[in-house]
């Protein structure tokens, strides 16, 4: 005859809770990953010349990125039709929204920005060194933005979208040395992530300068990002400082070659769960 064994009522709650608390203490040390994309948008003109706000809104819906560093946005620029771009990705997004403007263009603004899944805390706009245009050289100005954001473990991270100068080598050596002076300095501790068109391949002087503080979370490849349509160079990056405080999951180019002339960078980088 089999003999019931019969557990109180009192150990058997006792382990479910038990069990519960431990299965919760597992999740909150599980790390947290940042999906993250840098695209330089072109002002919303496509290589097949048209502007399209909402192909562009689909390219990065598609990454589902929680922090995107956009370059060469327009706000309320002729061009462009008067459209506050950055208003109408936020839309199509879901996403919080922050402008960082590089200068006056044909009645409108233009410039960087930075689009959150997470609360954004702070938002700085710093300019950048550059060379003032002539009637032989056309420049622009150049900035950072830079969005602190409430992260997955409640502590403030840091993002940085900027886009150095596109036709002066020595514009660029001098805006990667203040990047360098304005985020890497001694007492600062925010988790950063900096991202944008550097407009210079890997090996030349103003990358290398970055590299002095920064970490590159590129595909072994170094994947071509420009021009969108037949890449052979790669201009656009992200980097993430300190090292210690991010580990890179995933990097690579997303091959879109209508939407921008420009191909966009993502990457999946983990961060602590505390």
Known sequence: MKTSISIPLWIAAFTAITLGLSSNARAEDKPHQIRILCYNIHYGQGTDGVYDIARLADVINKTKPDLVALQEMDVHVKRSGRVHQLQELAKLTGLHARFGPTQHYEGGLFGNAVLSRFPILNVVIQPLPYTESTAEKVTYPRATVAVTVKAPNDKPLRIVSTHFQH????????????????????????????????????????????????????????????????????????????????????????????????????????????
């Open 167 to 274: 036709n002066m080598p020595e514009d660029r050596v001098a805006e990667a040395k203040a990047v360098n002076a304005l985020f890497t300095f001694k007492d600062e501790t925010i988790p950063t992530i900096l991202a944008g068109d550097i407009n210079a391949k890997p090996e030349a002087e103003p990358v290398q300068i970055l590299l002095e503080k920064w970490t590159n979370a590129i595909d072994k490849e170094a994947t071509p990002t420009v021009p969108a349509t037949d890449p052979k160079s790669r201009i656009d990056y992200i980097f993430y400082r300190p090292a210690s405080a991010f580990k890179v999951i995933d990097t690579k180019v997303i091959p879109e070659s209508i939407a921008s002339d420009h191909r966009p960078v993502f990457a999946i980088l983990e961060i602590p769960a505390k």
